[in-house]
């Protein structure tokens, strides 16, 4: 059963100590908190959260409530709603390549407290999966590595987005031929690995972490996957403007636990969507959102989106 809670911040109380599900739990059970990320992992117990699988605010800015206010506006500020070619409404995009010289440090600086935050609060070879882009993933990358992190790969997802690609702003028809970047078909997500005490195997047997799981005992975990934009009845049941797909998430919720115990966290939850594949595959897990409308979204998606059968997970 769900367990949601207010925020230290929201409800004025002291900050409490972050419980994660207990060990008598139901396989599946999940605690969905409105609260600020970084307030939450303060108060966290240390070392009880065996991964971490997040699509974090990467650009920052996009998530600040006078650039939702402007993106539900339809105007101005970091989300764009790309051109309409075939007659269909498109969804708005936030557009990173605005980032100025401030916004890169302030990410930077996001992504070292993030890290140092998270090495506290996980088990020794504990794994994050960290959604990013190509851009900025190297503000992603040397944070967490700088904070004792290994990196351990990068997951790449084919996907076909509508960022990227396009001519020179007011002066397409000059330059007919010129992309100013390319045409984004791929995302990545860095893989780090807090460092394991001792060999992979003792790491495991004590904190059942260390390692990846495998899809199945013949096929190792790989680090390539295809997975469209969520779709009709995922984004009907949440429509969140970053919703990641149920297929891409629990793939890697599930890689993410060796041996399938243990709770994983996603600090930057949303609509939800990885509690909701971390229910799906009957692992425990902890979502923290600080916005109060994707807070209400998440409760009420994280039910119905992890009822949805996948081929792969029937
Ligand atoms: C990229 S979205 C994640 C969307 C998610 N992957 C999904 O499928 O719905 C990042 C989310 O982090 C939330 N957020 C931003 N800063 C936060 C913070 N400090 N603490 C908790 N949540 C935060 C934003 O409101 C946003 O919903």
């Known amino acids: 059963m769900p367990r949601a809670s207010q925020s230290p911040r929201q409800s004025s109380a002291a ?33 009880s959260i065996h991964a971490v699988v997040t699509d974090p605010p990467y650009g920052l800015v996009e998530y600040h409530p006078d650039q939702l206010t402007k993106m539900k506006n339809g105007r101005g500020g970091v989300w764009r709603i790309p ?14 390549t605005v980032l100025t010289e401030k916004d890169r440090t302030s990410l930077a600086a996001f992504f070292k407290d993030l890290a140092t935050a998270l090495q506290r609060v996980l088990v020794p070879g504990a794994h994050v999966f960290i959604a990013t882009n190509p851009l900025v993933s190297p503000f992603v990358y040397t944070p967490f590595m700088e904070a004792g ?15 990227g690609g396009d001519r020179p702003k007011n002066a397409h028809e000059e330059f007919a031929e010129v992309s100013v970047m390319p045409k984004s078909c791929w995302e990545p997500w860095g893989l780090f690995r807090k460092p394991c005490e001792g060999r992979v195997q003792d790491n495991l047997r004590k904190y059942k972490t260390g390692g990846l799981r495998r899809p199945s005992e013949n096929e190792p975990f790989k680090d390539l996957i295809h997975a469209a934009p969520a779709r009709g009845r995922e984004r009907e049941i949440a429509p969140h403007p970053s919703l990641k797909p149920q297929r891409l998430l629990r793939r890697l919720v599930r890689a993410s636990l060796p041996l399938g115990e243990g709770v994983v966290l996603d600090p930057f939850m949303g609509s939800g969507a990885t ?13 923290l959102e600080v916005d109060s409308s994707y807070f209400k979204m998440a409760t009420a998606a994280i039910p119905k989106l992890a009822a949805l059968t996948l081929p792969e997970y029937p």
């Open 15 to 47: 900050p409490r100590a972050a419980v994660a599900p207990k060990p008598g739990d139901a396989a599946g059970s999940y605690e969905i908190v409105k609260t600020d990320a970084f307030e939450w992992l303060a108060a966290a117990e240390p070392c």
């Open 83 to 96: 051109p309409a070619f075939d007659g269909r409404k498109r969804k708005p995009l936030p557009r990173f």
């Open 149 to 163: 992190f290994e990196k351990r790969g990068e997951i790449i997802r084919i996907v076909h987005t509508l960022r």
């Open 275 to 287: 509690i909701a594949a971390a229910t799906a595959l009957g692992v425990k897990s902890i979502g």
